[in-house]
């Protein structure tokens, strides 16, 4: 059974760090895209940061220079590395795998791709 679990998020001050996590259960994370999404209150889930198969990565525009997404293969852990926080970064960050075909060539960080969720973890940023 596939299952993605976040941790990591909590409450911080603008400028701080935070380190995401997704553990993957049921399936080999490394034989898929992943991707990390967030979504705001009353606005929709934007994709922030993906990583396919051979670990090429995308981000968005907003996200680029601060946010860095790895994988531990061995631990079939995804993590999103956020610095210089901002409050609109707030939002709940969710974990998603794109399950279709092993081998995931390019990352993508549309969300309509991916296929499995997570329930997603919290982060807040004040000023």
């Known amino acids: 059974q596939v299952r993605l679990v976040e941790s990591g998020g909590g409450s911080v001050q603008a400028g701080g760090s935070l380190r995401l996590s997704c553990a993957a259960s049921?399936?080999?994370?490394?034989?898929?895209?992943m991707g990390w999404f967030r979504q705001a209150p009353g606005k929709e889930r934007e994709g922030v940061a993906s990583?396919?198969?051979?670990?090429?990565?995308r981000y968005a525009d907003s996200v680029k220079g601060r946010f860095t997404i790895s994988r531990d293969n061995a631990e079939n852990t995804l993590y999103l590395q956020i610095n210089g926080l901002k409050p609109e970064d707030t939002a709940m960050y969710y974990c998603?795998?794109?399950?279709?075909?092993?081998?995931?060539?390019?990352?993508?960080?549309?969300?309509?791709?991916?296929?499995?969720w997570g329930q997603g973890t919290q982060v807040t940023v004040s000023s």
């Open positions: 998603a795998a794109r399950i279709r075909v092993s081998w995931c060539i390019g990352p993508s960080i549309l969300s309509n791709e991916y296929n499995y």
């Open positions: 049921g399936f080999l994370s490394r034989l898929y895209c």
């Open positions: 990583i396919d198969s051979p670990s090429g990565t």
